[in-house]
């Protein structure tokens, strides 16, 4: 659906609201079509005043105005892009609270005993819905509450153990793991503890901590990962009181069922209003909005995702989150946290295709031997171990890091969302090739014939989304690679900026120069390169040396890139993709290694682990250095132009090809819904 074309007045420049290559995908958001450039840099202008109708240069600017572009907490992902391996960042392994880790299990004790005994999962599968008894009961748990405080009645749970919780659901039924995780990772719960007032909290938190389900609203039917064109009108009512809304939103989680929502819309701008995108909390009830229709998926059968219309829908003015034009930083503030949640259901999934894996490789016998003593599936069996390890110790270091908030984990915690997704994929895909036939057959066919009903079919269908939702692959190398660069644009960027003029250029210059005369050096030689180095980590020792030299190579290969393109590295994205490829798998490593080593007195095995994930790291990081430089980037992007005009459309003859008679993207106009209203009471 395309936008409307709703003229308004430009927002006034002085809104700084955040960022980077455009992410701001709520769960389901765009994919990787939407991928454009990262943001300019040199500052940023006003708003588009057209809504639908903005150019890239526009989008930029609304991106990057959102970005939150203080660093005043100490991250190691950031330092890592610089050729700076700060260990002592993430060592010793951080500690939890007792106290706490005693409450909490005894959560998550209650919560496995229920999830065995009561939730069918096969049976939400088949059904593609979540019974009511299912909510009603996770309620009665306190699971919709986990994340909010124990005085508005949740159960506070750390980033932690909440995540373990979404484990632990999700490997029952991953629409279940996405129901609470869009819920309280992006829905209302959040945003509130971030940035709501303290009688926000009051009023709306207990009702959700109680079971009341919510749902976050950006994405529109032609608005997913570029939000200067969002269409969703917010106009402020004549007397002050409030705002009608009026708009469309599409994929929406938990739309269906959600009583209270999060909706991003466009404010217009007047005297004295900065207007700009604003976040609501809007009552789900509320007159004007219709559920037109429950979105179905080639995965999460059960989830309750929505396209919803509101029109005239009257907002109190009391319901604005943090205020007028803050709307795409308190997005982007709580994907921040809130974009853990997705790789907790990744590394579990990776924890359940090893249990699978492994017992089916041991109880299986071909030419004599169980299959997985033969190499071709040992080397499956091997990454699936070792890459479940990676991922687990990634999320839980970014977990406890968060928990810490002494520090920022914008990079971190975007390094494991784009890192579990795209692992837990490959897992998935080696589990059904180990699996062979069995693993394309669903489980329903299995049990059929008396045999074990793993779903493994079904765990490639639901994985396959959590390269898209809250941000996809592409969308998310761009948002790492701007604040990878960061660096370096506040003090070079105004150089290559087209729109700085010879003024802003030249004290660019100055201040460039006095940060490459001290940085460039120590590129040069570093701790990795003393053989006794890190030698208190034993075995792992040689690895975490050399990610000190892998850091420093990176940090080398971006500034020589920056100085080779200057103004054209942001459309360089398969070249950036590399980039914060290579920084994913350095992270990885000195976390699995700073893991075993905590771990060494208790588990001893975790050691093997963590050398085997390292050793099959540094593989793909050697690959992917060289593609930095050997890779046929330009031919492609070359052939693609040839394509898009239809060059080799022959190519396409001999088949029959969908139906043109419908848009790519339907249209929709403002107005009063001429659907039924399809939403879910739960009961």
């Not at 998935?428 to 062979?436: F, N």
């Not at 396959?464 to 592409?474: C, H, K, L, P, V």
């Not at 001893?604 to 690959?623: G, K, S, T």
Request: aromatic share 6%; with cysteine; glycine share 10%.
């Amino acid at each position: 659906m395309t936008t409307t074309q709703n003229s308004r007045p430009a927002p006034d420049p002085a809104e700084r609201a955040t960022p980077d290559a455009g992410p701001l995908p709520a769960q389901g958001s765009a994919g990787a079509g939407d991928a454009g450039p990262p943001p300019a840099p040199g500052g940023t202008g006003p708003l588009p005043a057209e809504a639908g109708q903005v150019s890239e240069k526009e989008a930029r600017q609304v991106a990057e105005a959102a970005r939150e572009s203080a660093w005043d907490r100490p991250s190691f992902g950031k330092e890592l892009f610089l050729g700076r391996f700060r260990l002592d960042l993430i060592h010793p392994w951080p500690r939890t609270d007792p106290a706490e880790d005693a409450r909490a299990e005894e959560f998550l004790g209650r919560l496995r005993a229920y999830l065995a005994a009561e939730v069918d999962g096969a049976a939400i599968e088949r059904d593609a819905r979540i019974p009511d008894e299912v909510f009603r009961g996770l309620a009665r748990l306190g699971a919709f509450g986990m994340k909010i405080d124990r005085k508005y009645g949740g159960l506070g749970l750390s980033n932690l153990h909440y995540c373990r919780a979404l484990m632990l659901a999700g490997s029952v039924s991953p629409a279940i793991g996405a129901l609470l995780s869009a819920h309280q990772s992006i829905g209302v719960p959040q945003p509130l503890k971030m940035f709501g007032t303290a009688e926000q909290k009051q009023r709306f938190l207990p009702r959700l901590a109680a079971g009341e389900v919510s749902a976050f609203l950006l994405t529109e039917p032609d608005v997913g990962s570029d939000p200067a064109r969002l269409a969703t009108t917010a106009e402020p009512t004549p007397d002050g009181s409030g705002y009608r809304l009026n708009g469309v939103k599409l994929w929406a989680t938990n739309g269906t069922v959600a009583t209270l929502l999060v909706v991003m819309a466009r404010v217009p701008a007047t005297q004295g209003r900065r207007g700009g995108i604003t976040a609501f909390v809007v009552d789900g009830d509320a007159e004007g909005i219709t559920v037109e229709r429950r979105n179905e998926f080639t995965g999460l059968r059960g989830l309750e995702n929505s396209l919803t219309r509101f029109h005239d829908v009257f907002v109190p003015a009391e319901n604005v989150i943090g205020g007028e034009g803050k709307g795409l930083k308190i997005a982007l503030t709580t994907l921040n946290t809130g974009r853990l949640s997705l790789p907790a259901m990744c590394v579990g999934a990776g924890k359940w295709s090893l249990n699978v894996a492994r017992e089916w490789a041991a109880d299986r016998v071909q030419w004599g031997r169980p299959v997985g003593e033969h190499e071709a599936v040992a080397q499956k069996l091997a990454f699936v171990a070792a890459t479940t390890y990676g991922m687990e110790t990634m999320l839980d270091l970014c977990c406890l890091l968060a928990d810490d908030d002494r520090n920022d984990i914008r990079i971190e915690a975007a390094l494991v969302k784009l890192y579990a997704s795209e692992m837990a994929w490959k897992i998935g895909d080696e589990l059904i090739q180990i699996r062979g036939g069995r693993g394309y057959e669903t489980a329903d066919s299995l049990a059929a014939r008396g045999e074990r009903p793993a779903a493994v079919e079904q765990l490639l269908r639901d994985l396959r989304i959590n390269r898209i939702f809250e941000g996809s692959t592409e969308i998310m190398h761009l948002l790492i690679a701007r604040e990878a660069v960061d660096a370096h644009l506040s003090v070079a960027g105004d150089i290559i900026d087209p729109d700085a003029g010879l003024g802003r250029k030249a004290k660019a210059g100055a201040r460039a120069g006095a940060f490459y005369a001290r940085w460039l050096p120590t590129l040069a030689v570093g701790r990795g390169q003393a053989p006794t180095a890190y030698a208190e980590f034993g075995p792992l020792a040689g690895h975490l040396r050399q990610v000190e030299r892998y850091s420093r190579k990176l940090a080398r290969s971006t500034f020589y890139a920056m100085s080779r393109w200057q103004g054209k590295m942001e459309r360089k994205q398969a070249f950036l993709g590399r980039v914060v490829d290579i920084g994913a798998e350095l992270f990885a490593m000195s976390a699995v290694c700073v893991r075993a080593y905590a771990e060494k007195g208790t588990r001893p095995e975790n050691v093997e682990l963590a050398d085997l994930f390292c050793r099959q790291a540094r593989l793909r990081v050697d690959a992917l250095f060289t593609g930095l430089w050997a890779n046929t980037d330009s031919v492609d992007v070359a052939a693609a132009r040839r394509i898009l005009a239809g060059r080799y459309a022959a190519l396409e003859d001999g088949v029959i090809t969908p139906p043109a008679d419908l848009p790519w993207v339907a249209r929709w106009t403002p107005g009063p819904s001429t659907a039924a209203d399809v939403r879910r009471r739960i009961r």
